[in-house]
């Protein structure tokens, strides 16, 4: 569902509901709040996927939007392939959306921490992975989030 959302542009980005300062990506607040911006191009963004299960170098696709970046990520994959950079997407996705909101509807002042994205990322990469895949065989980095925050259920 997370795919088809961000793919479909109808997330209430900044670009489309906010005025003013409100434009700004909330994570960064060096550029306007689109989904191409907020799961790509943004420094968390792409630094979440540097470090994520399937680690990629996203400014490096030579793509343009968000289903051009999808579809250059399952171009001459396998199936099985395809299968964890789809579950992978949707769990950076989710996860970035969800610290998005976080930072936006917090009381006080959280600066984004790349290591409880990328802990969220993980657990839900693991979750959503087929038991008999390949790919939840694989290690999970040992990165705990810090103690005194806690990563809300969704
Ligand atoms: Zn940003």
Same mark, same amino acid.
């Given at each position: 569902m997370m795919l088809w959302r961000v793919c479909a542009n109808s997330l209430p980005t900044g670009d489309k509901f906010g005025s003013g300062s409100e434009t700004l990506c909330p994570l960064c607040k060096s550029d306007t709040e689109t989904p191409w911006h907020l799961f790509v191009k943004c420094p968390f963004a792409s630094a979440l996927w540097f470090a994520s299960p399937l680690p990629l170098r996203v400014n490096a696709l030579p793509c343009v939007d968000m289903v051009d970046f999808i579809s250059d990520l399952c171009n001459n994959t396998n199936p099985e392939m395809r299968t964890s950079i789809l579950i992978c997407a949707a769990a950076t996705f989710e996860t970035i959306w969800n610290y998005k909101n976080q930072v936006i509807h917090s009381p006080s002042d959280i600066q984004p921490c790349i290591n409880r994205a990328l802990f969220s990322v993980f657990n839900r990469f693991h979750e959503m992975?087929?038991?008999? /895949? /390949?790919? /939840?065989?694989m290690a999970t980095p040992s990165i705990e989030p810090p103690p005194s925050l806690s990563i809300p259920t969704v």
């Open positions: 992975t087929p038991k008999d /895949s /390949s790919c /939840s065989r």
